[in-house]
Structures are given as C-alpha cells and as structure tokens.
C-alpha cells in the first residue's frame, strides 16, 4: 500500500537547523511531485516547499525562502527538507505530500504522509 512516512522532527533552539526527512513507498515516486505542508496549531495547513519528479526546479514560500532546501533521492524514494535558522514561527507538523504540481496550492488530490512535530523555542 502507498506510505509516506515522515521522520527527523524534533525540538530546538531558534536559530537552530532540523533535517526532515519522508519515506516513499507503495507507488511510482519518480513520476510524483513532492511537497511539504505545515499546520501550525488552530491553523490552515500550509504549503512549505515543492520539488519536481526529476528534482530539478523547486518552489518555496516566502516564510521560508532563503533557510530551507527541499531535495530529493528518487533512487532512495526519498524526500528531504533541510530547515536552517529556525524560528519559532516555524514550529508546525509538517507533512509530505506526493502529487502532481509544485506550486503554492492545497492538495487537491495525491498521497500524504502522517507528519512530524518540528517545535522551535525562543
């Protein structure tokens, strides 16, 4: 069956730098655009980073463009998202997603995994 499980949450320190990492499994990665999504507490979930099937063009929203890097290991059917310089407005669980664009919109279809807690202290 389709899986995606999300690991390398955590707390920290602000300023400090968390990589997440998403296990794929049970479909055809390399022919999937991956995303990440946040859902902060009483918050709409949010778009975080996107990267193409070949890994080759990304997509970031602005809260975060600039400290984290999206990438991926289609060999691996992994998805990695490296977060630097935390703040504590990043604090969220954070998911995978597996569909089919990069862009800055709500999942309207596609697999998710089941998230991981990243909190950052001030």
């Known amino acids: 069956q389709v899986q995606l499980v999300e690991s390398g949450g955590g707390l920290v320190q602000a300023g400090g730098s968390l990589r997440l990492s998403c296990a794929a499994s049970g479909f055809a990665f390399g022919n999937y655009a991956m995303r990440w999504f946040r859902q902060a507490p009483e918050k709409e979930r949010e778009f975080v980073a996107g990267?193409?099937?070949?890994?080759?063009?990304?997509n970031y929203a602005d809260s975060v463009k600039g400290r984290f890097t999206i990438s991926r290991d289609n060999d691996k059917a992994m998805v990695y998202l490296l977060m630097n310089s935390l703040k504590p407005e990043d604090t969220a669980v954070y998911y995978c997603h597996a569909g089919g664009t990069i862009e800055r919109t709500p999942a309207s279809f596609g697999y998710w995994g089941q998230g991981t807690q990243v909190t950052v202290s001030s």
């Open positions: 990267i193409n099937w070949g890994g080759g063009v990304t």
